[in-house]
């Protein structure tokens, strides 16, 4: 099976302690024998060949090599609100995940997507990926069910990612609760 992974956050190098959880499904899933390829906003520090069956490529959204807020646990401010420059970035970074969604998507013929944090990825991957007819499987980590909670359009984008995912998972009883608030009623945590 090719699986994509669609993240704001990855491990920069091997070394780098961030999200490392993320990077443990992809190498889990690639040591199992699953093709496996992670999609990232650029950041300057990123290194794209990893050992373990696992190719990143980082997504370039912005003119300006200096500026990218947009990732890394730069975007959010207490895990419940977008900081300033990552609103502006917001756009950009969207337009770019979904056009290199479809980009890799067309060379490498995937048979799943699957997009880690409600937002903003639940909904980027749902935008592209829904003419596929393929599965979407969104992964709740909490920062993005936080800023549903908070803000009513993030809310809007919450229950369009529950109406076109496939499978919706959730790290925790409480987020599980949380995420299901934005679902139809029938339960948020779907496995096929």
């Keep these: 099976m090719r699986v994509l992974h669609l993240a704001t956050t990855y491990p920069l190098h091997p070394a780098d302690s ?3 959880f993320v990077a443990s499904i992809a190498e889990g899933l690639a040591a199992r024998g699953h093709e496996c390829d992670v999609l990232v906003p650029w950041h300057p520090d990123l ?4 050992p373990g069956g696992v190719t990143v490529t980082g997504f370039r959204y912005s003119p300006i090599d200096a500026w990218h807020p947009w ?20 756009p950009l970074a969207a337009l770019a995940a979904r056009r290199w ?21 639940g909904a980027i991957a749902a935008s592209a990926w829904r003419s596929t007819g393929l599965p979407l499987v969104v992964s709740c980590h909490g920062s993005g069910v936080y ?6 359009w993030a809310a809007r984008l919450g229950r369009y ?4 995912a496939d499978a919706v998972t959730a790290c925790s009883a409480d987020l599980t609760r949380r995420v299901d608030r934005f679902g139809d009623g029938t339960g948020a945590i779907r496995i096929p």
């Design 47 to 50: 290194v794209e060949q990893r």
């Design 71 to 90: 990732g890394y646990a730069q975007a959010l401010t207490a895990d419940r609100s977008l900081r300033f420059d990552a609103y502006l970035a917001a």
């Design 18 to 20: 961030n999200a490392t």
């Design 147 to 152: 800023l549903a909670e908070k803000h009513d």
């Design 101 to 121: 969604i479809r980009r890799l998507h067309k060379e490498r013929h995937y048979h799943l997507l699957h997009a880690h944090w409600f937002l903003p990825n």
């Design 161 to 164: 990612v529950q109406r076109h």
